[in-house]
């Protein structure tokens, strides 16, 4: 059964970079078939993608998050991160990373989630 | 920039069927933009309930089902049960690579 997991600092200071891991077991990130995305949940709000990398590298931003959005992949540890810069108190929200499907049209399997504030 | 559509709210009896829908601000909904549901209950991730319009997912129970209906994708639940209460959200594949959530339906169950 794959598994992901996110994994980072829970408080980021504004104007800093945020940055979240995603470690993947059970199945390999360099697998031809799918890519591996990143997801927010602002409290209360509705989910948002944020974009998506596929194990070659290639990458999907969200056009409103795409000027501070870097997500990149880490075959060996199998593993994908998220950096956010610049993030103001408008970036606090639950963080999930997920397998998508084949295209990158859907979402798989999700990780648990990750709650990130943004606070002096 | 396209907005994806939802009812804020919807309530349907115990052991009755629903209908929630999933449109575009502009245009209609088909099956090119691989359309997929997602329930998610306070405090847990999503869970994905369907995909590419029909397909129901691994362990997915069928009385949950995907279809087009008009100009909106649609997610049909019969026999609605307590633990249906959820919210529930679509999302829309855009074309390069992107995908776009729907601001999610709120299920009441009562």
Redo the contacts between chains.
């Keep these: 059964q794959l598994q992901l997991q996110e994994s980072g600092p829970g408080l980021v200071k504004p104007s800093e970079t945020l940055s979240l891991t995603c470690t993947v077991s059970g199945g390999s990130i360099s697998s031809s078939s799918y ?1 591996w995305g990143w ?1 927010r949940q602002p409290p209360g709000k ?4 944020i974009g ?1 990398i596929y194990y070659s590298g290639s990458t ?1 931003y ?3 998050l795409k000027s501070r959005v870097t997500i990149s992949v880490d075959t060996s540890k199998n593993q994908f991160s998220l950096k956010l810069s610049s993030v103001t108190a408008a970036d606090t929200a639950v963080y ?1 990373c997920a397998q998508m ?1 084949v ?11 990750t709650l990130v504030t943004v606070s002096s | 920039q396209t907005v994806v559509t939802q009812e804020p709210s919807f309530s349907v009896s115990p052991g009755g069927t629903v209908t929630l829908t999933c449109g575009l601000s502009s245009g209609s909904v088909s099956t090119g933009y691989y359309p997929s549901w997602y329930q998610q209950t306070p405090g847990q991730a999503p869970r994905t309930l369907i995909y590419s319009t029909n397909t129901r997912s691994s362990g997915v129970p069928d009385r949950f089902s995907g279809s087009i209906l008009g100009n909106k994708a649609a997610l049909t639940i019969t026999g609605a049960q307590a633990d249906d209460e959820s919210d529930y959200y679509c999302v829309l594949y855009m074309g390069s690579g992107t995908v776009v959530f729907g601001g999610g339906t709120k299920l009441t169950v009562l």
């Design positions: 890519y997801i509705g989910l948002e993608w998506s999907y969200s056009p409103s999930y499907g295209g990158a049209t859907n979402f798989d399997y999700w990780g648990q989630g």
